[in-house]
């Protein structure tokens, strides 16, 4: 659901708003499709292992657990969460300048 344009970017509602889209993103996004300065992908999950393929260079900050990736090269898979057995809960991601954000997978 589009609930408001800016500026060339839009706007998506805050994950506790989407009850059937486990994904929203905080920030703008460019005619291109990539993401705006500042966006912020927030990700609902219910998994054991949380994975994110990540390239480029600069920091990924994971509010789930706080841990920050460094991430350095071409695109590869991370680990963003890990539990001993399925959990549901929320992933926000903050990443620095330089990191491109590819595929989310869970096991």
Known sequence: ???AVVGLGYLI???GDLLERPFARVGTRRPSGRAGGGAEPELGFLA???YLVLGGTGTLDVSVNGQTIDV???PRLYTLYQAASAKSGTLLL???PGVQA???TFG
Do not use: T
Request: no cysteine.
């Open 102 to 104: 590819y595929d989310f």
């Open 94 to 96: 903050h990443a620095s």
């Open 48 to 50: 054991q292992d949380v």
């Open 72 to 74: 350095s090269g071409i």
């Open 13 to 15: 509602p805050p994950l």
């Open 1 to 3: 659901m589009l609930l």
